[in-house]
């Protein structure tokens, strides 16, 4: 077995109610208590494999809305027209040109799950944690709505409050949050950016 129990109460639960991955009851969880997420939203979910937020996010948006998920694996298709999926490092997509494509103005809502690949290396794993936000903050100047919402996956390392601070000038309100079914042992919590700015 390796760090984390594979098959606890959140996997068990995700296979036993169809969802892709545990992921989906962190969402759920967030969901319910914040309520950010919209009938009819189009929301971006980078880092979206194995799909599980999507299938969240599809339910809260409903036919209405539209949902454009990216990994840098494959994720299975959705059979809704209104999900597309691509295959791409948030590093390097060109997130204005995929907007331009499904013809989306803006975005009202980012989701990041991203865990970027550990090497065990601390500076090596601390430089691409920061790059990998430097990128996700990119695509949110670039294709969040003002007023629009972030909701980020985010590491208790030396980068978090650097983080966190950057949040607290580009949203109106940024708070953590710790989803019950977010492994106790895990250094993950969400970063929830409310409401951003006018730049
Ligand atoms: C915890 S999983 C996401 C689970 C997903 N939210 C779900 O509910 O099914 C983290 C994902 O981040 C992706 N990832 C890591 N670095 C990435 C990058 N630079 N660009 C795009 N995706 C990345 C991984 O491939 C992995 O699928």
Redesign the pocket.
């Known amino acids: 077995m390796g760090r984390f129990p594979r098959k606890d109460k959140f996997y068990l639960k995700a296979k036993d109610e169809g969802f892709?991955?545990r992921?989906?009851y962190k969402?759920l969880e967030i969901q319910k208590r914040f309520q950010l997420i919209k009938s009819g939203d189009r929301v971006l979910?980078?880092?979206?494999?194995?799909?599980?937020?999507?299938q969240v996010i599809h339910r809260i948006v409903g036919e209405k809305g539209f949902i454009v998920g990216?990994?840098?694996?494959e994720t299975e298709s959705f059979p809704s027209s209104n999900v597309v999926i691509r295959k791409?490092?948030?590093?390097e997509i060109d997130i204005k040109s995929i907007m331009e494509e499904y013809g989306i103005p803006s975005f009202d809502i980012i989701t990041s799950?991203?865990?970027?690949?550990i090497s065990g290396i601390r500076e090596v794993d601390e430089e691409n944690r920061k790059r990998?936000y430097e990128?996700i903050k990119k695509i949110t100047v670039a294709g969040l709505k003002t007023g629009g919402h972030l909701i980020m996956k985010c590491f208790f390392t030396e980068s978090f409050i650097p983080i966190k601070n950057d949040l607290k000038n580009m949203f109106k309100r940024v708070v953590v949050f710790k989803p019950q079914a977010s492994r106790k042992i895990s250094p993950e919590v969400y970063l929830i950016g409310m409401s951003l700015k006018k730049s």
């Open positions: 892709r991955a992921s989906a969402l979910d980078l880092g979206c494999s194995p799909g599980s937020f999507i990216i990994d840098l694996l791409g490092d948030v590093c799950d991203i865990s970027p690949n990998v990128s």
